[in-house]
């Protein structure tokens, strides 16, 4: 079968002939239904600093998996053949697909079961795929640490991949929304999500006393900026990689007592949250799907920040 891999930094994506992978002990054989497209890839495939992280070279990529069991291992109890199922990135097994093992821009990809999350049957495998990372982060982000809580007023920076998923989550759980959005064409969609008020910058937002701040950009002045628009004991949480740098605000840090925590990734249960969040159809992000011999072309517009919503690549 053919198979996307990576060979190593700042080297092109190799189209290879790979084997069809065998379950082992404890693990099931995935035909991939829909595997996404991220900026971590293009990340991995350009930055040097990904290198560590991938663990296995060559490696297929692609960590946003869903897809049908059609394959079960030795010692699998609670899984079986035609179960449709998503692939936590961030699972107990510690070893992530796309980096330490195959991924998802293959056919078939094996995963052992600790990995896996169970697909509601009315949510497509698109949904699926786009949960197992977009979905887990940008939840992650809101909930787990934010705490988001209904009625709350909650800033959120940037609704591209995981911030539009963010945005209307917030919505969901009655919180008022206000959005942060440097690209004006995007203003409509956050304001049809339920946002009550949309703006550039998180700064113009002084004043609004938001109890929360997500920020799903990371620019360095989106971070600090944040802290204007909080009120006295707000949470800030940082999400985005943008740039790895922001000059802080003390002053205000202290006499708001602000909170400013990190968010990296997720769990499965916040997965199975984000899942069930995506089957009401109240949280429906934007994406588009694409085909598997496109999927270097789409990781370009990736690389020029060109793409729109989540890219997922289609099996069928």
Not at 42 to 51: I, K
Not at 129 to 143: F, S
Not at 262 to 276: F, L, Q, V
Not at 277 to 302: R, Y
């Given at each position: 079968m053919?198979?996307w891999?990576?060979?190593?930094?700042?080297?092109?994506?190799?189209?290879?002939?790979?084997?069809d992978?065998?379950?082992?002990?404890?693990?099931?054989?995935?035909?991939?239904?829909?595997?996404?497209?991220c900026?971590?890839?293009?990340?991995?495939l350009t930055?040097?600093?990904w290198?560590?992280?991938?663990?296995?070279n060559?490696?297929?990529?692609?960590?946003?998996?869903?897809?049908?069991?059609?394959?079960?291992?030795?010692g699998?109890?609670?899984?079986?053949?035609?179960?449709?199922?998503?692939?936590c990135?961030?699972?107990?097994?510690?070893?992530?697909?796309?980096?330490?093992?195959?991924?998802?821009?293959?056919?078939?990809?094996?995963?052992?079961v600790?990995?896996?999350?169970?697909?509601?049957?009315n949510?497509s495998?698109?949904m699926?795929?786009?949960?197992?990372?977009?979905?887990?982060?940008?939840?992650?982000?809101?909930?787990?640490?934010?705490?988001?809580?209904?009625?709350?007023?909650?800033?959120?920076?940037?609704i591209?991949?995981?911030?539009?998923?963010?945005?209307?989550?917030?919505?969901?759980?009655?919180?008022e929304?206000?959005?942060?959005?440097?690209n004006?064409?995007?203003?409509?969609?956050a304001?049809?999500?339920?946002?009550?008020?949309?703006?550039?910058?998180?700064?113009?937002?002084?004043g609004y006393?938001?109890?929360?701040?997500?920020?799903?950009?990371?620019?360095g002045d989106?971070?600090?900026?944040?802290?204007?628009?909080?009120?006295?004991d707000g949470?800030?949480?940082?999400?985005?990689?943008g740039?790895l740098?922001?000059?802080?605000?003390?002053?205000?840090?202290?006499?708001?007592?602000?909170?400013?925590?990190?968010?990296n990734?997720?769990?499965?249960?916040?997965?199975?949250?984000?899942?069930?969040?995506?089957?009401?159809?109240?949280?429906?992000p934007?994406?588009?799907?694409?085909?598997?011999?496109?999927?270097?072309?789409?990781?370009?517009?990736?690389?020029?920040?060109?793409?729109?919503g989540?890219?997922?690549?289609?099996?069928?």
């Amino acid at each position: 079968m053919k198979a996307w891999q990576y060979e190593g930094t700042n080297k092109p994506l190799k189209l290879a002939d790979v084997p069809d992978p065998e379950p082992g002990f404890g693990e099931v054989l995935v035909d991939v239904k829909a595997a996404g497209l991220c900026h971590s890839d293009v990340g991995a495939l350009t930055d040097p600093a990904w290198a560590p992280l991938m663990e296995k070279n060559p490696v297929t990529m692609g960590h946003e998996i869903a897809g049908t069991i059609v394959g079960v291992g030795d010692g699998v109890s609670g899984w079986r053949v035609g179960d449709h199922v998503g692939v936590c990135p961030t699972g107990p097994s510690g070893v992530a697909p796309g980096y330490g093992r195959d991924g998802g821009w293959q056919p078939l990809s094996t995963h052992p079961v600790s990995d896996l999350v169970r697909i509601p049957d009315n949510l497509s495998f698109e949904m699926a795929a786009v949960g197992t990372d977009a979905g887990m982060t940008a939840y992650h982000a809101l909930v787990t640490v934010g705490d988001v809580k209904f009625l709350d007023r909650v800033g959120i920076i940037g609704i591209g991949g995981l911030g539009q998923i963010a945005a209307q989550a917030a919505v969901r759980m009655g919180a008022e929304v206000f959005v942060a959005e440097i690209n004006e064409d995007a203003w409509p969609l956050a304001y049809a999500w339920g946002a009550k008020e949309v703006k550039s910058s998180i700064e113009e937002f002084a004043g609004y006393d938001l109890d929360l701040v997500v920020d799903y950009v990371g620019a360095g002045d989106t971070t600090a900026d944040s802290i204007y628009a909080i009120r006295r004991d707000g949470k800030i949480v940082l999400v985005g990689m943008g740039i790895l740098q922001a000059d802080i605000n003390t002053r205000d840090l202290i006499l708001k007592q602000a909170q400013i925590l990190g968010s990296n990734g997720g769990t499965m249960h916040d997965i199975e949250a984000c899942y069930r969040l995506f089957a009401t159809g109240a949280v429906n992000p934007v994406m588009k799907k694409i085909t598997f011999d496109k999927i270097p072309d789409f990781l370009e517009l990736l690389h020029q920040r060109k793409a729109r919503g989540r890219l997922v690549c289609m099996y069928e």
